[in-house]
């Protein structure tokens, strides 16, 4: 089995950051690319960034230059960085990973739970 668990949510002021974090656990042979999302009340859930296993990273446009994805491969963990946040960045963020599990032929999507960001003042 694998789950995959984030932290670092809450409540931020507008121009403030938060650091969301996800961890993968469970028989996990490798991890491909793991991802953001978040989904804002009726809105769809949209990617806001990725990262390769070898570290390359790509944003939504609505995030360059504030938003900062990384990982630790030891830690099988993903971590987004929030910085100038915005009321419009209120949403549930999800994580997901592409994570081939020990003695499985392929790689399947695993999803977190999500954690609620909100910016409000």
């Known amino acids: 089995q694998v789950q995959l668990v984030e932290s670092g949510g809450g409540l931020v002021q507008p121009g403030g950051s938060l650091t969301l974090s996800c961890r993968a656990s469970?028989?996990?042979?490798?991890?491909?690319?793991m991802s953001w999302w978040r989904e804002a009340p009726g809105k769809e859930r949209e990617l806001v960034a990725s990262?390769?296993?070898?570290?390359?990273?790509d944003y939504a446009d609505s995030v360059k230059g504030r938003f900062t994805i990384s990982r630790d491969n030891a830690k099988n963990t993903v971590y987004l960085q929030m910085n100038s946040l915005k009321p419009e960045d209120t949403a549930v963020y999800y994580c997901?990973?592409?994570?081939?599990?020990?003695?499985?032929?392929?790689?399947?999507?695993?999803w977190g739970q999500g954690t609620q960001v909100t910016v409000s003042s």
């Open positions: 997901n990973a592409n994570i081939h599990k020990i003695s499985a032929p392929n790689a399947y999507s695993y």
């Open positions: 469970g028989s996990i042979w490798s991890i491909n690319a």
């Open positions: 990262i390769t296993s070898g570290g390359s990273t």
